[in-house]
C-alpha cells in the first residue's frame, strides 16, 4: 500500500506534535522521575524518553532541563553525536 503525500503529512505533523507534548510533558516533572539515563554516556545528568521511534535525549542542569537531539531508534548513537557545551 503506497501513501499519498497528504497522508504521509499527516503523519509527520502528527509525530511532531507528540514529540513535543509528550517531552514538554516530561520535562515539567522533577528530576528524579525523568527517564532513563542513556547507556551509551553513562552520564547521571543525561536522560533520555521513547516516543515512537525517536529517542529525545536531554541534559539535566539545577532547576533547567535541556533537549539534546531527537535521534531515529535504528541509528546507533555514538557518545561524539552528543555535545553537553
Known amino acids: 500500500m503506497s501513501l499519498t503525500t497528504c497522508q504521509i503529512q499527516s503523519t509527520l505533523?502528527?509525530?511532531?506534535a507528540d514529540i513535543?507534548?509528550?517531552t514538554n510533558a516530561t520535562l515539567s516533572l522533577p528530576h528524579d522521575a525523568l527517564g532513563k539515563?542513556?547507556?551509551e554516556l553513562e552520564l547521571d545528568?543525561?536522560?533520555?524518553?521513547?516516543?515512537?521511534a525517536w529517542r529525545v535525549i536531554y541534559h539535566l542542569q539545577a532547576n533547567?532541563?535541556?533537549?539534546?537531539?531527537?535521534?531515529?531508534?535504528?541509528?546507533?548513537l555514538k557518545p561524539d553525536d552528543i555535545k553537553l557545551d
Open 37 to 39: 539515563k542513556v547507556p
Open 13 to 16: 505533523k502528527k509525530v511532531a
Open 20 to 22: 513535543v507534548n509528550k
Open 45 to 52: 545528568d543525561v536522560r533520555e524518553i521513547h516516543i515512537h
Open 64 to 76: 533547567n532541563k535541556f533537549v539534546l537531539t531527537i535521534f531515529h531508534k535504528r541509528r546507533n
